[in-house]
């Protein structure tokens, strides 16, 4: 079981993250992983970064999920 919630979002307090992972031979031990972040649904601007360590990809999500709890926070309080 996951502690996922279904539920709206308001306008303007929605994001998305996106990993699509992949090997490329003739390297197939490793792996790419292609993230692309939305910081804001509502807007048209997206950031993409590939990466190709495990620990990358825990390191990006992680400092997005970070910027986006910090701004769903400021905005609560305003």
Same mark, same amino acid.
């Not at 003739?26 to 495990?54: H, M, N, W, Y």
């Given at each position: 079981? !996951?502690?996922? #919630?279904?539920?709206? !979002? $308001?306008?303007? @307090?929605?994001?998305?993250?996106? &990993?699509?992972?992949?090997?490329?031979?003739? =390297? #197939? $031990?490793?792996?790419?992983?292609? &993230? @692309?972040?939305?910081? =804001?649904?509502?807007?048209? #601007?997206?950031?993409?970064?590939?990466? @190709? !360590?495990?620990?990358?990809?825990? !390191?990006?999500?992680? $400092?997005?999920?970070?910027?986006? &709890?910090?701004?769903?926070?400021?905005?609560?309080?305003?």
């Amino acid at each position: 079981m !996951s502690d996922q #919630a279904h539920s709206e !979002s $308001a306008p303007g @307090t929605g994001a998305a993250l996106v &990993i699509r992972v992949w090997r490329d031979p003739p =390297d #197939a $031990a490793g792996f790419k992983a292609r &993230i @692309t972040r939305r910081p =804001d649904l509502a807007a048209d #601007a997206e950031t993409t970064t590939v990466v @190709t !360590s495990p620990e990358a990809v825990y !390191s990006e999500v992680r $400092a997005w999920l970070e910027r986006f &709890i910090d701004r769903s926070s400021h905005e609560g309080s305003a």
